[in-house]
Every structure is written in C-alpha cells, then in structure tokens.
C-alpha cells in the first residue's frame, strides 16, 4: 500500500482527484463537521463503505479508553508464535541478555529464506513494540549470512514475546505535549566492525572515543527533532518549547571545550543549533534510551519498558 498523508486545514483545501485508490484509509479530526463533509464528498466520488470507528488496521489494534489510544498487534504476535510452531514455547523477561555477543560464527547455516521472513515479520512488529527494537537490530545484521546461533537469538526474542504478545503503545491523553529527546551509544558494541550503536542500529562510521560517539549521537538527536518540529507544525499540533536533550555524559554539555577539541566542522554546526535548544544532564540510571542501544537486566529493562508507555492491556488487573 502506498503511504500518503493529506492535511486539510483553513488555509488548504485537499485535492480529491489526486486521491490514489487504497484498500483502506484512516481519517482523524478535531472538527467533526468537517470529517461529516469530507466523507460526504468522498461519497460521490468514490464507490467506499466507513467502517467506523478504528480498531484494526493492518494488523495494529486499536482500543480506547479514559487513558487514551492504546495501539498493539497482539493476534499478530500469537499468529507468528502459532505459524512457526511456539505457541507454547517457554518464556523469558527480555528480548536479549545482558553482555550478549552475536558475531559471525562458522557453526552450521540455515534456510536464508526462513531466517529473513521470521526477523522481517519481527521488523514489522517493532513498529509497536518498541521493546524489541534493539534485539531486532542484532539479529537483522546476519539476513545474509546467519547461523544456528543466530537463529536462537530469534528465538529469545518469540520467547519473550510469548510472556506478553499484547503489550503495545498507550498514547495517554494530557493536557500539554512537550518535545524531549534522550540520546545514548553503547560504544564499541559490535565485535564485528567495532562501530557503536545509537538509535537501536550501528552507526556509519567507527569512532575513535565514547565521546565522540555520543557526540554524533546528540548531533543526530537535533536533526531528529528539527524534523519533528516540521512535523507538527504541518499537522497543527502545539507543544511546549523549546526542545530538551537529554546526555549522560556531563564532558558533552561544555561545547566550547567540544568545538576546539573534537570533530570541528560537523562540531560547529551543532554548536550553532543547540544555542536554540536545552541541552540537560540526565543520570544514567534514568537515560530511557538504553532500552535501544544495550542489553539490560530483566528488573532494569522493565523500568525502562514502562517509561517508554509500553503497556499490557489484557494482563488480569
């Protein structure tokens, strides 16, 4: 299905001919009127049936509550473990093991095609499940040469899908919404090429301090939120400024020192840009991004789970 978004607002008016034909589509509005009339407009243009209010939508359910939006895939993960054979697999408390090491092994291969449909359904599951984004972008790294090892970390990962396939995102309701990005690297973490990890994935380049990773780190943690900013300004969305970010490392608040000492020219660049923002020191012990860019132990990965509004709705109260 192609991904469009059109935003209709007292400025712009939408062009219906330019509507592609879809299977399904969502529509959301604070304006109920206005949805009344669009819906009637699409009526007569377009042969369509309204299903309503959302609650499936390629393979994301949807529940409402006094909370907020909760969004999961629960029946997707139960049909994954139920397709390959583990619906009754045992259980684990996290996706991947404190200190875990996946390399490149010369244990026995397996089925390629098996291996990349698994972990590519897995990919897909992340969009919801947060949680397992990190192992997910462990395992993805071998889609084209992996093992019998590497094929029980997949496995790790259903097992601890088991113990809650319907765990998913609670976007709660509140009355202000604030922008705050929290930017972590696990340093040197691949055996195989040396490269840190940041944003749950490796980054492009092997650096040569944890300064300077994390440093790169922040950088890419302003582009992120300079882009969501033109986000939600498309989307008429207000928030509380200015945009917060969030290090644990006290030696990258000094950008003076930064500028002259680290990587100059990309240095100056953000040295330029966070004069606009709030650049704080976090502890470590509450970085919430370690969840993407380490194993964790299962009582530590569980706090962060939480923060991140990872939810189990169907879990007995």
Request: charge should be positive; glycine fraction near 6%.
């Amino acid at each position: 299905m192609k991904r469009t978004r059109y935003v209709d607002s007292k400025r712009h008016c939408m062009d219906l001919n330019s509507l592609p034909k879809h299977d399904d589509m969502i529509v959301t509005s604070d304006d109920e009127t206005g949805k009344l009339t669009l819906r009637e407009i699409l009526a007569i243009q377009f042969e369509m049936k309204e299903l309503r209010k959302l609650r499936y939508f390629l393979g994301i359910e949807v529940a409402y509550s006094k909370q907020g939006i909760f969004i999961s895939k629960r029946k997707y993960v139960l049909d994954l473990l139920k397709e390959i054979g583990k619906l009754g697999c045992k259980t684990l408390g996290v996706p991947i093991e404190k200190n875990h090491r996946i390399e490149c092994e010369e244990s026995p291969t397996i089925e390629k095609s098996q291996y990349q449909r698994l972990v590519g359904k897995l990919i897909y599951l992340s969009h919801t499940r947060l949680d397992i984004a990190y192992a997910i972008s462990m395992v993805s790294q071998f889609m084209h040469d992996h093992r019998e090892r590497h094929l029980q970390e997949v496995e790790s990962i259903l097992y601890y899908l088991k113990a809650g396939p319907g765990k998913g995102l609670l976007f709660r309701k509140e009355g202000t919404l604030s922008m705050e990005i929290y930017k972590d690297v696990d340093y040197a973490r691949s055996v195989v090429d040396r490269r840190s990890t940041f944003g749950s994935k490796k980054q492009n380049v092997v650096t040569r301090s944890l300064e300077e990773a994390k440093f790169r780190a922040m950088t890419h943690g302003i582009y992120e939120g300079l882009w969501m900013e033109i986000i939600l300004d498309d989307l008429k969305v207000k928030y509380e400024g200015p945009i917060k970010l969030f290090c644990d490392t006290t030696q990258l608040l000094v950008l003076p020192i930064i500028q002259s000492n680290m990587i100059g020219q990309s240095t100056k660049r953000l040295t330029d840009t966070s004069f606009k923002r709030i650049t704080a020191h976090v502890s470590t012990k509450l970085q919430v991004v370690n969840v993407f860019t380490k194993g964790l132990p299962t009582t530590r990965f569980q706090e962060l789970d939480d923060k991140l509004g990872m939810i189990d709705i169907h879990l007995p109260t």
